[in-house]
């Protein structure tokens, strides 16, 4: 069965802490996304990551993969509140006719 | 560039009346997605179209649920007759390839209410 879990589903975390967002695959994967969903909002892509050992960062935002682990991490530095928001990681099994397959989202709380 | 449109933003009905959704893609793009999402849930893929023709549909409850898109271009999704689990939002998605994983680009959705 291809499954994405995240890890945590939700986080409460005060401004200026670190933090790190994990997501676990069981399939075959060289592309994984991570998109960010605001309160009533749509998805909005934040990363592809297209390879093992991609890193790529925005701003206070990094994200990284290990397609060997099949796992993929999302990083949080010095967090603000304008980055409380759901995050989602989305997979694209390799030789599959699925498009993506989600995550259930890490709903993320910054408090001031 | 103009981004993916959907309409209404918001619909309340009750159960077993019939709804209909509109989206429309980034100008361009050959490949839209309706997808469902359940409160506290990703979202779930229910159809998938290559300009006009059904790439996948394997999620979408027939019985109740259909979809087309005219011209390759917009597309409507209907349910008919609604259940209260139909509740949630609906979003479209667009990408402008056709390769499997291309980016998607999501429109603001509707969020369906049925009691």
């Known amino acids: 069965e291809l499954k994405v879990e995240q890890n945590p589903l939700f986080l409460s975390m005060q401004e200026g802490k670190n933090y790190t967002i994990y997501c676990n695959y069981s399939t075959t994967s060289d592309r994984l996304y991570w998109y960010r969903q605001d309160p009533g909002k749509s998805l909005e892509s934040l990363f592809v990551?297209?390879?093992n050992g991609a890193v790529k960062q925005e701003g206070r935002l990094m994200a990284s993969l290990d397609t060997k682990a099949r796992l993929s991490t999302l990083h949080i530095t010095a967090a603000v509140h304008d980055l409380s928001a759901t995050y989602f990681c989305?997979?694209?099994?390799?030789?599959?006719?699925?498009?993506?397959?989600w995550g259930a989202g890490t709903k993320l709380i910054i408090k001031p | 560039e103009a981004g993916v449109a959907q309409s209404p933003r918001y619909k309340i009905i009750e159960k077993r009346q019939s709804v209909a959704f509109w989206c429309n893609p980034i100008?361009?793009?050959?490949?839209l997605y309706w997808y469902q999402q359940i409160l506290g849930q990703g979202p779930k893929l229910l159809i998938q179209f290559q300009n006009n023709g059904v790439v996948d549909d394997s999620q979408l409850p027939k019985d109740r649920f259909s979809a087309e898109r005219l011209k390759g271009v917009d597309s409507t999704l209907k349910i008919q007759p609604a259940k209260l689990e139909d509740s949630a939002v609906y979003l479209c998605a667009s990408s402008f390839g056709t390769r499997v994983g291309d980016e998607q680009f999501f429109g603001p959705g509707t969020r369906l209410t049925v009691l």
């Open positions: 990551l297209l390879s």
């Open positions: 989305a997979v694209v099994p390799r030789d599959s006719n699925y498009q993506l397959i």
């Open positions: 100008s361009g793009h050959a490949t």
